[in-house]
């Protein structure tokens, strides 16, 4: 790793060797054993009827990192040149991944890391702040996200509901049998054809986007692909192929060569989650997607969704 630094003890900062524009965070043994030790007076459960015992763990975390890993977690995000955080705890044995205090452990870390960085958004799909689901051999859900043996297409989430999301964390809690399936990312500005299609005559056009049945939103929503521009001037971003829906053989033809553009590009980057382990990317100058899984009758893998807005 590159671009090493250290926090007191409590987490290192590093920049990855394969993807400069990712930081890898890790808590140390003793901050993730003391957060545990903080919070074990509180459950799934308690988290989930009680919104505000959200804020409180977000904060134990940070006081435990002397109040730099909130501040730290934000800065990365917002600056447009990274914008994508891999955030892992040091010292979990294959044992402790295998257990049912691991899973729920997890689901409160990643609360809190996301209450560090913002408020999410109510997921729709599960009716909670946060969406579990499993990735198995056999599927028959009606998009692509638990369906183990193709390519997930990079896409920004939140395109089909009104509110703003700026940011997504996805978390893998559990898995076996697994080969492949690794997380894919394409910033932005390494989109080889990006000022193509952002200064295309459609690139600001409002687009219809809905979404099925299994999302439980019952409306549509319009936006153009490229939104607002940033701080900066630049563009960003908010696409999904699977639900949008084109009204006319320009629009359709137009969003074909696009998401043909984005599926080939070479800066495409594929990383790779030990369990507990979460990605938090800014989701407007972030694509991400995830590649097929090997076949086995066997494979199974959970994951952790929240998306949502910054502080």
């Known amino acids: 790793m590159t671009n090493s630094s250290q926090n007191s003890q409590s987490f290192t900062e590093e920049t990855s060797p394969s993807q400069p524009r990712l930081k890898v965070i890790k808590l140390s043994k003793g901050i993730t054993e003391n957060f545990k030790n903080a919070i074990k007076k509180f459950n799934v459960q308690s988290i989930e009827y009680k919104p505000f015992l959200r804020f409180h763990i977000a904060n134990t975390l940070n006081e435990l990192t002397h109040n730099k890993l909130g501040s730290l977690l934000l800065d990365n995000l917002h600056n447009r040149s990274t914008g994508a955080i891999l955030l892992e705890c040091e010292g979990a044995s294959d044992e402790d991944t295998k257990s049912e205090d691991f899973i729920d452990f997890n689901i409160l870390l990643s609360t809190a890391v996301s209450h560090l960085i913002g408020m999410p958004n109510l997921d729709s799909m599960s009716g909670k702040f946060y969406a579990r689901f499993s990735v198995k051999n056999d599927d028959n859900s009606d998009s692509y996200l638990r369906q183990a043996h193709r390519r997930m297409e ?158």
């Open 154 to 311: 990079l896409h920004n989430d939140g395109t089909y509901v009104q509110e703003k999301t700026d940011w997504v964390l996805m978390q893998k809690i559990i898995e076996s049998n697994v080969e492949g399936g690794e997380s894919l990312l394409l910033h932005l500005d390494d989109w080889t054809d990006l000022q193509k299609f952002y200064e295309h005559p459609l690139a600001k056009e409002n687009l219809q986007w809905g979404s099925p049945s299994s999302k439980n939103v019952d409306y549509k929503t319009t936006h153009p692909i490229f939104l607002d521009e940033d701080e900066n001037g630049k563009p960003m971003m908010s696409y999904i192929d699977q639900f949008v829906e084109p009204k006319n053989m320009e629009q359709g033809l137009y969003l074909y060569e696009l998401g043909e553009s984005l599926e080939n590009d070479s800066a495409t980057y594929s990383v790779k989650l030990n369990e507990g382990s979460m990605l938090i990317i800014n989701n407007y100058f972030w694509l991400h997607g995830r590649d097929k899984f090997t076949a086995n009758k066997n494979l199974h893998r959970e994951l952790l969704r929240q998306r949502g807005v910054f502080n």
